[in-house]
């Protein structure tokens, strides 16, 4: 089936939007922790290096050497104690520690209840993903019927509003998919 440009158009910008919306929601998961380390963890401590804040990463490699450990190696060693306190500030929970060389942030074992709380968390961020993409169908919809007042045709615009339920369906099944998985994750010990 041929569909008309301008509904293509309001097509394409539909997926992109639910395709931002997947690519979001990935993102805030990394964040939540489940008992094992990842380097995402912290991702958001910046660092002042000489006089500019600049993420953690660009001063030093990020490892994790087992499941409950992260290794920050800094590129300077004066910058182990300024590494250290910005880990403390971003307030993450961590305490770093030190031996000269790296600085090591032991991951403490989750306990039920905050496993429970962290499944919430992956939940929320679930239902505000769902609510971006039902956002972009209706912005999708009204579109097409805008399109309809201008001249598209009333079965292409039918048509393409059963093309927009079919990505709004197929993103909130991925959706349900990438929480699951998550919530596994933090569950499994």
Known sequence: MVMHEEAQFVLDQCKE???????????????????????????????????????????????????????????????????????????????????????????????????KSLVKQANKEGENAKISIRTARKESNESLKKLLKTGLAEDMEKDAEEIVQKFTDEYVKKIDTLVAAKEKDIMTI
């Open 17 to 115: 939007k639910m395709d931002l919306t997947i690519g979001h929601l990935e993102k805030e998961l990394l964040h939540i922790r489940a008992g094992k380390s990842n380097p995402a963890m912290i991702d958001a401590v910046t660092v002042d290096y000489y006089g500019s804040m600049v993420p953690l990463s660009q001063v030093s490699n990020i490892s994790t050497p087992d499941p409950r450990t992260i290794a920050i190696q800094p590129w300077e060693k004066k910058m182990i104690p300024v590494i250290e306190k910005a880990i403390m500030a971003a307030n993450l929970g961590f305490n770093p520690d030190n031996n000269g060389e790296v600085i090591r942030i032991n991951i403490p074992p989750l306990t039920e209840e905050r496993r």
